[in-house]
């Protein structure tokens, strides 16, 4: 059994639960301890102890803690990838990408724990200094979804530190094995105790045992639209900090002039790679009169011939689905577009291979409108739907029509379109000739309306949610 790790220590549980490789549901991959509620109270006691000392621990500190660990991730690559397309379904090369992308993300953190400034200023009363600093917000929850099982964990984890704040961590139920490494990789590489604990266990006791907790000082969240919800409310009423990312249903717009590879690239990439998994997925395919029937055909074809299969296999593209859940909520959507009128135009079968895994062939839906429930709800699966329009200001509308507003996507060669697109797609990133998904680690990341609440994470705006900022007023 893999254990809880709170204030240094490894802490083993009374129940254990399985961690099941969805391409192969006979491999048990490891059992994790499961925290209750006073496992998750005494890590985040453990964690408020820590941090004074951390708090003033200085850059060089953290520095050399978050460089150790980005070496360590770096040189397991190979080991933390098979992991993470073990525990996940990411295809090998995604896991491994993912996983170089979390060592990245520390090396990122450790150079801006040296560069943390603030500003000296004159003030309007003469004599009178002003310094304005950033410190850091105290004990912050971090709560993870399965997606990106060491990715996000990094890219919430690595700031917290590097800005000297302690950290309590919950995953995601299904991903605990990426956690466990990771965090035993930032113990080992010498965190003071207290200073990063793991709770892994179920949302509704470990994450709301944290929500509960008035030591919580701030709580980055990253899952489903629901859960984001109550780390709301739940934080509001404790006048908590808290950021949110959730849901998205990101619209690609293929323009007439598009160049149709770069097109197809950008629409099979976006809409089914990492099965389909991802916030930033191309949901809603949103192409123009003379393109719409070369793109269609073709984007049929290839989607019929991704090759889906165990997430370890060579020649496998698209990975299984991450559990019998998931993939029961594929297909009831699978089916809603069918009877509201959707034209399943390639996949959407069940696909049999070696072992008994969740694989899905992805699914392509064309002569969809904009008001049909698999264009409006988020259905986190390789399910992606053509809806037809007259021309790019219809595009736009359609594209901007949405509850959600994480990644926006055109494909154009005209700098006309893609300028106005860049200024006017309602969402926090914009794509040109890109997929919608795929994103730079040193960079800001998130959405404006129901996607994204509270600052922007990754890169320098990190230091936004992470740190809070003091003035200080001194008369020598
Ligand atoms: P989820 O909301 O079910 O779970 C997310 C986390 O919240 C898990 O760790 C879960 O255990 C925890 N949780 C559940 N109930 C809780 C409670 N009552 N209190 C506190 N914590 C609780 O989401 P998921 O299914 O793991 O992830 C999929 C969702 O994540 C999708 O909606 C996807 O779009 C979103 N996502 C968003 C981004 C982004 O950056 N915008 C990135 C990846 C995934």
């Given at each position: 059994?893999?254990?809880l790790?709170?204030?240094g220590?490894?802490?083993?549980?009374?129940?254990?639960?399985?961690?099941?490789?969805?391409?192969?549901?006979?491999?048990?991959?490891?059992?994790?301890?499961?925290?209750?509620?006073?496992?998750?109270?005494?890590?985040?006691?453990a964690?408020?102890?820590?941090?004074?000392?951390?708090?003033?621990?200085?850059?060089?500190?953290?520095?050399?803690?978050?460089?150790?660990?980005?070496?360590?991730?770096?040189?397991?690559r190979?080991?933390?990838?098979?992991?993470?397309?073990?525990?996940?379904?990411?295809?090998?090369?995604?896991?491994?990408?993912?996983?170089?992308?979390?060592?990245?993300?520390?090396?990122?953190?450790?150079?801006?724990?040296?560069?943390?400034?603030?500003?000296?200023?004159?003030?309007?009363?003469?004599?009178?200094?002003?310094?304005?600093?950033?410190?850091?917000?105290?004990?912050?929850?971090?709560?993870?979804?399965?997606?990106?099982?060491?990715?996000?964990?990094?890219?919430?984890?690595?700031?917290?530190?590097?800005?000297?704040?302690?950290?309590?961590?919950?995953?995601?139920?299904?991903?605990?094995?990426?956690?466990?490494?990771?965090?035993?990789?930032?113990?080992r590489?010498?965190?003071?105790?207290?200073?990063?604990?793991?709770?892994?266990?179920?949302?509704?006791?470990?994450?709301?045992?944290?929500?509960?907790?008035?030591?919580?000082?701030?709580?980055?969240?990253?899952?489903?639209?629901?859960?984001?919800r109550?780390v709301?409310?739940?934080?509001?009423?404790?006048?908590?900090?808290?950021?949110?990312?959730?849901?998205?249903?990101?619209?690609?717009?293929?323009?007439?002039?598009?160049?149709?590879?770069?097109?197809?690239?950008?629409?099979?990439?976006?809409?089914?790679?990492?099965?389909g998994?991802r916030?930033?997925?191309?949901?809603?395919?949103?192409?123009?009169?003379?393109i719409?029937?070369?793109?269609?055909?073709?984007?049929?074809?290839?989607?019929?011939?991704?090759?889906?299969g165990?997430?370890?296999?060579?020649?496998?593209?698209?990975?299984?689905?991450?559990?019998?859940?998931?993939?029961?909520q594929?297909?009831?959507?699978?089916?809603?577009?069918?009877?509201?009128?959707?034209?399943l135009?390639?996949?959407?079968?069940?696909v049999?291979?070696?072992?008994?895994?969740?694989?899905?062939?992805?699914?392509?839906?064309?002569?969809?409108?904009?008001?049909?429930?698999?264009?409006?709800?988020?259905?986190?699966?390789?399910?992606?739907?053509?809806?037809?329009?007259?021309?790019y200001?219809?595009?736009?509308?359609?594209?901007?029509?949405?509850?959600f507003?994480?990644?926006?996507?055109?494909?154009?060669?005209?700098?006309?379109?893609?300028?106005?697109?860049?200024r006017?797609?309602?969402?926090?990133m914009?794509?040109?000739?890109?997929?919608?998904?795929?994103?730079?680690?040193?960079?800001?990341?998130?959405?404006?309306?129901?996607?994204?609440?509270?600052?922007?994470?990754?890169g320098?705006?990190?230091?936004?949610?992470?740190?809070?900022?003091?003035?200080?007023?001194?008369?020598?």
């Amino acid at each position: 059994m893999k254990p809880l790790l709170i204030n240094g220590e490894h802490i083993t549980t009374s129940n254990a639960l399985e961690n099941r490789n969805p391409s192969d549901e006979n491999d048990v991959i490891d059992t994790h301890a499961q925290a209750g509620i006073a496992e998750t109270q005494t890590a985040i006691a453990a964690a408020r102890a820590a941090f004074p000392a951390w708090s003033r621990s200085g850059p060089q500190a953290r520095h050399d803690l978050l460089r150790a660990v980005s070496d360590e991730i770096l040189a397991r690559r190979a080991e933390l990838g098979e992991l993470l397309a073990r525990e996940e379904g990411k295809t090998l090369p995604e896991a491994i990408g993912e996983t170089v992308r979390a060592a990245r993300i520390f090396d990122f953190f450790a150079g801006e724990a040296l560069r943390l400034t603030g500003d000296i200023v004159p003030s309007v009363r003469p004599g009178v200094g002003v310094e304005i600093t950033r410190e850091p917000v105290g004990v912050v929850g971090v709560i993870s979804p399965w997606n990106f099982p060491i990715a996000i964990p990094a890219w919430k984890i690595a700031p917290a530190l590097c800005y000297g704040n302690t950290v309590v961590f919950k995953p995601a139920e299904l991903v605990p094995g990426c956690a466990w490494a990771l965090i035993d990789i930032i113990q080992r590489a010498g965190a003071p105790a207290g200073v990063i604990n793991l709770v892994t266990g179920p949302g509704g006791v470990v994450g709301q045992a944290m929500l509960d907790a008035p030591e919580v000082d701030a709580i980055s969240f990253t899952g489903s639209v629901d859960t984001g919800r109550k780390v709301a409310a739940a934080s509001v009423a404790r006048m908590r900090k808290f950021q949110l990312e959730m849901g998205g249903k990101n619209p690609l717009v293929v323009l007439d002039d598009a160049d149709l590879d770069t097109a197809l690239d950008c629409a099979i990439n976006g809409a089914f790679y990492s099965t389909g998994q991802r916030c930033t997925a191309s949901s809603r395919l949103i192409v123009t009169e003379a393109i719409h029937n070369r793109f269609v055909e073709e984007l049929a074809s290839r989607t019929r011939a991704l090759r889906v299969g165990h997430a370890l296999h060579n020649d496998t593209q698209i990975g299984p689905v991450v559990d019998a859940t998931q993939l029961r909520q594929d297909l009831d959507y699978i089916r809603i577009g069918r009877s509201q009128g959707g034209n399943l135009r390639a996949g959407g079968d069940l696909v049999r291979r070696d072992t008994p895994g969740h694989f899905l062939q992805p699914a392509l839906f064309t002569d969809t409108t904009n008001d049909m429930r698999i264009n409006r709800e988020e259905v986190f699966g390789p399910v992606a739907a053509v809806i037809r329009v007259r021309d790019y200001d219809e595009a736009l509308q359609v594209a901007n029509d949405t509850e959600f507003g994480l990644s926006a996507g055109i494909c154009t060669t005209s700098l006309k379109h893609a300028s106005h697109f860049k200024r006017n797609a309602r969402a926090g990133m914009v794509m040109v000739n890109l997929p919608t998904a795929g994103v730079d680690y040193h960079v800001p990341f998130g959405g404006t309306k129901g996607s994204s609440y509270g600052a922007r994470e990754q890169g320098r705006h990190a230091a936004e949610f992470f740190t809070t900022v003091k003035t200080a007023y001194t008369l020598p």
